[in-house]
């Protein structure tokens, strides 16, 4: 019977090192508390303003949005605001995001507007400092070079900013070399993480040893157990990626942000 309770003890233990988020000061939370983002920019997929385009982000910003997006790197280096590891769903070309160098990126057309592939460095122009971003650093064959190029930008930038990132790999660069910087864990059910290696320990936030996020970015209906218990310790968690505004309220009471997508809300709450 100790012989269980000490091995039950063990695991617990264990299970708190590994989904044990970091500390965050109420200061360095409060701007991004209580508010709406724009996921990927105010955009209309069927309209003039594409996703993840300067034009969505001037709309966010003049709306009062806080803005979600998407960074990774081209061909030839250049740090890029794009979502999918391909360009095919958006442009009608074919072929990864990093195939192409960034003249050829801007040749494209963002689902046949005249809106392109935009520099991280030109959004964070246009944003002006407007409004608080959440920062997405997308997985790939240089992940090391996309935490430092990214860095370099955002240390320029005046405005307020976060990082988050689905590999807590690159959150881990950040906690090593920039812990100022406020980082976030992106995670979502087992279900929903198909497409990720390792998707029960990542919905399970087992990855949090590694980066200690300051906030959880949650993409599922109902949290679970793992998120629960992160929340326990006190960091903000954020819902993505709502398309309802019938669920708003809702989330609202549950989440200490939102990100939201096709609908215009309250940007505060």
Partial sequence: MIETIFVLAILILLLLFLVRPGKLSPEKEAPFRGRCYAHRGLYDPKGPVPENSLAAFQAA??????IELDVQLSKDGEVVVFHDDTVDRVTGCSGRVDSFTLQELQKMSLNGTDQTIPLFCDVLREVGGRVPLIVELKTGPNNRELCEKTWALLREYEGLYCVESFDPRL???FKKNVPGVLRGQLACSCEDFKHIRLSFA??????????????????????NLMVKLCESFGPMTIRWNNRD?????QLQEE?????FEFYHPTPRY
Avoid at 61 to 66: H, S
Avoid at 245 to 249: C, I, K, T
Wanted: proline content about 5%.
């Fill in 61 to 66: 910003a003049e709306a009062g949005y806080g």
């Fill in 171 to 173: 959150m881990q660069w």
């Fill in 202 to 223: 990542a919905s399970r936030l087992l990855g949090n040893c590694l980066s200690r996020p300051q906030f959880i970015a949650w993409g599922s209906e109902k949290k």
């Fill in 245 to 249: 505004p019938e669920e708003l309220r």
């Fill in 255 to 259: 989440y200490d942000g939102v990100i």
